[in-house]
């Protein structure tokens, strides 16, 4: 069942951590579904604008909504990922999204704040819930590309005022992750004291953590016994999950750590097939890795078994 985002944070807040997991297509989300219900875990689905122009949007709404069809008992919200004012326009209108995310975290201040008011006026009109972003991640996203020396943590007396001002839901906040699979090049790291001190001045409002990939090791080293040359990439060190859900970290976003299964699977795959070229077989392979991969992150984000309460939360914020 699709589920406000909002009602979600509000069972989760304090106690575990959603997983925010992205998808492009139909192997990604049977082992997402597969997985979450696995691990009895409510979670988000989020899409990203090149998901959405990676075949056509409409694909990736169907397969949604199909899955949720198979796998009725599941409870999950859909969200667009790092959207641009346009496109935010375009999910709230569409009347599938569960929650938008405007990222003006590139913008001047003032700017970052108009342009967050503008989509949050939009949404709150359809019930849609809006995560703005304030800060500077390092890494890549779409075409984005952040210098580490470009980072910036975001500033706790800043994201009181920016919530304020804007009336966002949630707000992600730079506290030292990146996207992407080099994280932490130089003497970064994640940084829960920012966190803390952000929960102090916006305590119950929900915060929400991007970059958060770990980035196994041991898949890394698979990857590379099998041709690959993914060289000194490094990732969130998973333990820290549920001492930032503690801090108000709702929504833990995770995305690469996705691919680097896919990557593994595949490469694998045809290293010790050679002959083969049955695109279902390494596929097969791949869902039921994604879907251990996503039980094995809910357990470490404390969302696994969360499921029956959840739906109790839900069903009584709807009376
Ligand atoms: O933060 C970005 C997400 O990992 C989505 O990546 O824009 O390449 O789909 P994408
Ligand atoms: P990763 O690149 O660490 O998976 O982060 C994904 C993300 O933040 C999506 O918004
Ligand atoms: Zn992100």
């Known amino acids: 069942m699709i589920v406000p985002t909002r009602v979600l944070f509000e069972h989760a807040y304090g106690k575990y951590a959603l997983g925010a997991y992205n998808i492009n297509n139909l192997e990604q989300a049977m082992g997402l579904f597969r997985g979450n219900m696995d691990s009895q875990a ?34 999950f919200a859909v969200h667009l990922d790092h959207g641009d004012e346009e496109t935010c326009y375009e999910c709230i209108e569409s009347g599938f999204y569960s929650s938008v995310m405007i990222d003006g975290s590139h913008l001047p201040y003032e700017e970052n704040i108009a342009t967050t008011a503008r989509v949050v006026e939009a949404a709150h009109k359809r019930g849609v819930s809006v995560e703005a972003e304030l800060g500077i991640l390092g890494g890549v996203e779409e075409h984005i590309k952040v210098d580490e020396k470009d980072a910036r943590l975001t500033d706790p007396d800043e994201a009181k005022d920016f919530v304020e001002r804007t009336g966002c839901d949630s707000l992600a906040c730079a506290i030292g992750t990146s996207h992407g699979a080099y994280k932490f090049s130089g003497s970064q790291g994640i940084h829960l004291e920012r966190i ?44 820290k999950y549920l001492p930032a859900a503690r801090l108000g970290v709702c929504k833990v976003n995770i995305d690469t750590d996705g691919r680097l299964v896919w990557c593994r699977v595949h490469r694998e795959f045809f290293r010790d097939n050679p002959a083969k070229f049955d695109l279902r077989d390494p596929g097969k392979i791949f869902m039921s890795e994604y879907a251990k991969f996503i039980a094995s992150r809910n357990e470490l984000l404390g969302s696994a078994g969360q499921l029956a309460a959840a739906r109790e939360h839900v069903m009584a914020s709807a009376k």
């Open 196 to 239: 803390a001190e952000i929960q102090k001045r916006l305590p119950g409002f929900p915060l929400v953590m991007h970059g958060s990939s770990s980035v196994p090791q041991d898949e890394v080293e698979r990857i590379n016994a099998a041709g690959g040359a993914i060289k000194n990439a490094s990732g969130v060190d998973p333990s």
């Open 42 to 75: 409510p979670f988000i689905i989020q899409i990203s604008k090149g998901a959405r122009g990676y075949t056509d949007k409409r694909m990736l709404e169907a397969i949604i909504r199909t899955a949720d069809t198979i796998w009725p008992d599941a409870l």
